[in-house]
């Protein structure tokens, strides 16, 4: 048990990473005050983001807001196999647990807006190309490929 639950707060901190818009080797995206909100997502900052390697045919998508209909109904353009509501997920294994009230809470207020959206088709340049087509869609926070994470030397 106390495993999942290492599981469960690493995976919620990678979620919120995700959500802020950072992620490692990456510089969180910077706001000019009085201009308008730009919704594009980010490129990365660093160089090395350039060269990093993914996971073929998954994009980690962040939506602006709460949405109650189908990923796959909001973006056909993609042809999504399959979108996992990672707070959907995280809340349904927590709530149950009166320690960790909070957390679910926390949890069961971002459903509908963090998503691992797996596409039909299984490449990179799928994920690329899934991005551009909505990175400019007003729903969308952020939509990134699935960084493979390396130990730092």
Known sequence: ?????????????AVSLVACGTAVNQEPAKSTAGSTADN???E???SDDQGRDFQPGVILLTLNEKQTGSV?????????????DVNQKAYD????????????????????T??????SEKTKDAVTAGIELIKDNPLVKSATPNYIMEPAE
């Open 93 to 112: 294994r927590v709530k149950d647990n009166p320690e960790l009230k909070e957390q679910a809470d926390a949890y069961a207020a971002r459903i509908g």
């Open 72 to 84: 796959e109904s909001l973006f056909p353009e993609l042809n999504i196999e399959s979108a996992e």
């Open 114 to 119: 963090d998503f691992i959206v797996t596409l």
């Open 44 to 46: 990365p900052t660093d």
């Open 40 to 42: 594009s997502t980010p």
């Open 1 to 13: 048990m106390k495993k999942f639950m290492v599981f469960v707060v690493l995976f919620a901190l």
